[in-house]
Nanobody, 123 residues
């Protein structure tokens, strides 16, 4: 079992920045793939990006160059640095873990999820 708790969401104007955090605990999560996802009202949950056990990252095209995923194993924390935010980035953001593979768009293969943190970007 892996437990995940997100924080750091809030309201920001377009062009601003936020950093989300996800504290993880449980079994061997450090070797697993960890990812960030988001879900806007009325839309399906979508992948934002992932980081694997070796620290390799991959991103959705809509956030590439603006968002950065990192992790600090000593603090058991996954981060999502979001820069140049746009109103279309408004969503509930979730972190998640999968135990095999690491493709960011395979949302259905992530087994453990946090409760989410809301990000609102105003124009």
């Amino acid at each position: 079992q892996v437990q995940l708790v997100e924080s750091g969401g809030g309201s920001v104007q377009a062009g601003g920045s936020l950093r989300l955090s996800c504290v993880a605990s449980g079994d061997s999560y450090r070797s697993y793939c960890m990812g960030w996802f988001r879900q806007a009202p009325g839309k399906e949950r979508e992948g934002v990006g992932t980081i694997d056990g070796d620290g390799f990252t991959a991103y959705a095209g809509s956030v590439k160059g603006r968002f950065t995923i990192s992790k600090d194993n000593a603090k058991n924390t996954l981060y999502l640095q979001m820069n140049s935010l746009k109103p279309e980035d408004t969503a509930m953001y979730y972190c998640a873990v999968r135990t095999y593979g690491c493709l960011w768009y395979e949302t259905w293969l992530f087994h453990y999820w946090g409760q989410g943190t809301q990000v609102t970007v105003s124009s």
